[in-house]
């Protein structure tokens, strides 16, 4: 009797290690898929904070495009317009008074040498 009670507390002392172990194997894993996560989204995060300093470079470069002639180096209508816009919106909130002067040059095309680009760029 004395020996079987002795094997049924050997049994349940095994068991009890056996669900400690497999709690501790499954703490690990856990723990283990936390740091491969959070690692994951650091990585994540650079990646994203890169792409976006690119992508800003690569917009500046895009705006730069848009609003300086090729040619001539000079700006462009767009950026006449929009800077126009921004002056009348900010001016329209303050009773300001300014004026605005266009000169039109006939046939500048036609006109655009060597000499007349560098003249055309120191304007």
Same mark, same amino acid.
């Given at each position: ?27 690990? &894993? ?10 994951? !989204?650091?990585?994540l995060k650079q990646a994203v904070?890169?792409?976006? !300093? ?10 730069? &495009?848009? !609003?300086?002639?090729?040619? /001539?180096?000079?700006? $462009? ?12 919106? /900010? ?5 300001? $008074? ?8 006939? $046939?500048?095309?036609?006109? &655009? /040498?060597? &000499? ?8």
């Open positions: 009797m004395v020996s079987n009670v002795l094997v049924i507390n050997d049994v349940i002392a095994l068991a009890n290690l056996m669900i400690l172990g497999f709690l501790f194997v499954v703490l690990d &894993m856990v723990f283990s898929l936390f740091n491969r996560f959070i690692l994951s !989204h650091l990585d904070k890169a792409r976006t !300093h690119e992508l800003k470079i690569m917009n500046a470069e895009l705006d730069s &495009m848009t !609003h300086i002639d090729p040619l /001539t180096t000079i700006y $462009n209508r767009r950026s006449f317009e929009d800077t126009l816009n921004c002056l009348i919106t /900010t001016n329209s909130k303050v009773e300001n $008074n300014y004026w605005l002067a266009l000169l039109d040059i006939d $046939n500048f095309k036609k006109s &655009m /040498t060597p &000499m007349a680009t560098i003249s055309a760029t120191s304007l």
